[in-house]
């Protein structure tokens, strides 16, 4: 099978749990970099520009997952998947803040994991066809690299707020509800309030500026342009 599937950093100092992950994900087709601690791993995210980051909370060095993931955050929405020993008293809130997509308490199934990663991908991967920068004003939104720009400027968005931000970019000039927004960001699977909708605006509106040509219509939803 070849590595058409995308890149996945693994970053998990284990040895054992990275063979074994390694080798899963190789099977599936997707191509797998390891390492063994943060530094190499954000060493990886910066050449690579992998599909997705697969990473261990508890990490040797000066920076765990937690921390490896806020750098990450800084320059890329690139989808990131936590690992955690059971007795880390995983903070789900606190990775969820930093953007994480999904986590994963060991000792997990390798095919538990492959299923989480295939679902990750899939949902990134939907969408608006993977090639274009859509530029309005100042903004830029590239959906390939998964970069959204202010006046040149790299904004860090989680994987969410850049998914909602490239549905919003690909209706341009719609009004979309509330529920039109959750069942294409989030899917018909995600069980949640609309006001989730609203929170993530919120979240685009702070991060990109008053300038974001992201309206609110009145008792309907939103529109991009
Ligand atoms: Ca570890």
């Not at 191509?31 to 690579?48: K, M, P, S």
Request: negative net charge; hydrophobic residues 40%.
């Amino acid at each position: 099978m070849s590595s058409d599937n995308g890149t996945v950093v693994v970053v998990e100092d284990d040895p054992h749990i990275a063979d074994l992950v390694d080798l899963y994900l190789r099977r599936e087709g997707y191509r797998v970099l390891l390492a063994g601690d943060g530094e190499q791993g954000l060493e990886l995210c910066r050449r690579e520009g992998p599909s997705m980051v697969v990473l261990d909370v508890g990490l040797p060095g000066n920076r765990d997952g937690f921390e490896v993931c806020r750098e990450i955050r800084n320059r890329s929405s690139v989808p990131v998947l936590f690992l955690t020993a059971r007795d880390d008293e995983f903070d789900r809130v606190l990775g969820l803040e930093l953007g994480a997509d999904d986590y994963l308490v060991k000792p997990f199934s390798p095919r538990e994991l492959v299923a989480r990663v295939r679902a990750i991908l899939r949902r990134t991967r939907e969408g608006p066809a993977p090639q274009d920068v859509v530029t309005v004003g100042d903004f830029e939104v590239d959906l390939r690299r998964r970069e959204a720009r202010h006046a040149g400027e790299v904004v860090a968005l989680t994987t969410r707020e850049f998914d909602l931000l490239a549905f919003l970019v690909d209706n341009t000039g719609l009004a979309l509800s509330r529920q039109q927004l959750l069942d294409g960001v989030w899917g018909p699977d995600w069980y949640g309030d609309e006001r989730t909708v609203d929170v993530h605006v919120a979240q685009l509106r702070k991060k990109l500026g008053a300038d974001l040509p992201l309206a609110t219509v009145w008792g309907v939803g939103y529109r991009f342009g």
